[in-house]
């Protein structure tokens, strides 16, 4: 059933694409947000 999606050669999901927090989930990794991204150095422009 597509889609199918594989996360370290296992079927992780079907039927439907992942989420960004599956996705997340899956790669051990944070999403970032654009508020997360305004602060700190980063300005209208872009980071520095």
Same mark, same amino acid.
Request: hydrophobic content about 25%.
């Given at each position: ?5 594989? /996360? ?15 996705? $997340? /989930? ?5 999403? $970032?947000?654009? $508020?997360?991204?305004? $602060? ?9």
């Amino acid at each position: 059933m597509l889609p199918v999606t594989l /996360a370290d050669g296992e079927i992780v999901k079907t039927k439907n694409y992942p989420t960004n927090e599956e996705l $997340s /989930a899956w790669l051990g990794v944070e999403i $970032s947000t654009k $508020s997360q991204r305004k $602060s700190g150095c980063c300005g209208p422009k872009g980071c520095c």
